[in-house]
């Protein structure tokens, strides 16, 4: 396999299958505080503003205190909120309880990382200044199930089914099972932007040039069968 020398390059290759329309996202947990970034100076309602962040141009860190603001990115990401805060967590939960958009029984299911970061790292993909933990792709479906399709073949698919809310759950769950489609929440939407005809797809970084080379097969043989499944309508179709 051909490794691109950099992440730059890999996010032109999987950009140029994929017409992305937006920045591709990478986020590091790390267990130290990384030289030469800067730290995030100021407040987001939730851990998923970042995502919006980097995808914008930004390239920063952020300390656990930075995600006190979402109760639900604080739990995906296993960051205990400071004891003033704490009960914010029960306060949020009960209130989607209430509404119906979740079930207390559903909670234990939802995807955690493994271990508190020290500090996550946001950045543009082609500018990321450390090995991404994982990437995020917004895209259109048509993108998401090229993406979908050359992680099967690259043999990085978590085989797990789209997941819908939180959002957020995505990251820990693409680092324990492989690549993610995640179908967003509406949280995410208002926080992030991300468009009624947008998703999600997640992968560990060290999946990606595997991903992008199986994106060369994978555009060439969907050219190929579009082609063959137009030919067969245009014979086949009665109406």
């Not at 995808?55 to 109760?71: D, I, K, R, S």
């Given at each position: 396999m051909t490794i691109p020398a950099n992440w730059d390059e890999l996010e032109k290759r999987i950009g140029a299958a994929v017409k992305l329309t937006r920045r591709a996202v990478a986020v590091t947990f790390l267990e130290e505080i990384p030289a030469n970034v800067e730290k995030f100076d100021g407040s987001e309602p939730?851990?998923?503003s970042f995502w919006r962040?980097?995808?914008?141009?930004?390239?920063?860190?952020?300390?656990?205190?930075?995600?006190?603001?979402?109760?639900?990115?604080?739990?995906?990401?296993?960051?205990?909120?400071?004891?003033?805060?704490?009960?914010?967590?029960?306060?949020?939960?009960?209130?989607?309880?209430?509404?119906g958009y979740v079930k207390p029984e559903e909670v234990p299911q939802i995807p955690r990382l493994a271990k508190t970061p020290v500090a996550i790292?946001?950045?543009?993909?082609?500018?990321?200044?450390?090995?991404?933990?994982?990437?995020?792709?917004?895209?259109?479906?048509?993108?998401a199930m090229l993406l979908s399709e050359a992680a099967h073949r690259a043999g990085v698919s978590s085989g797990a089914p789209a997941l819908?809310?939180?959002t957020c759950m995505a990251l820990p769950a693409s680092l324990q099972m492989g690549a993610i489609l995640s179908l967003g929440c509406i949280g995410n939407r208002v926080y992030t932007?991300?468009?009624e005809d947008e998703m999600y797809f997640v992968l560990r970084g060290q999946d990606?040039?595997?991903?992008?080379?199986a994106l060369g097969t994978i555009t060439s043989a969907n050219t190929?069968?579009?082609?063959?499944?137009?030919?067969?309508?245009?014979?086949?179709a009665s109406i």
């Open positions: 939730s851990s998923c962040l980097a995808a914008a141009g930004g390239v920063f860190y952020t300390l656990p205190e930075n995600h006190f603001n979402c109760a639900v990115g604080a739990y995906t990401h296993n960051i205990a909120l400071s004891p003033e805060r704490e009960k914010e967590t029960g306060e949020t939960l009960k209130f989607m309880f209430d509404l790292v946001y950045a543009p993909l082609d500018e990321t200044p450390v090995r991404p933990s994982v990437v995020l792709f917004a895209c259109k479906p048509i993108g819908g809310r939180p932007g991300l468009g990606l040039a595997a991903v992008a080379e190929a069968l579009r082609q063959y499944a137009q030919g067969r309508r245009a014979e086949l």
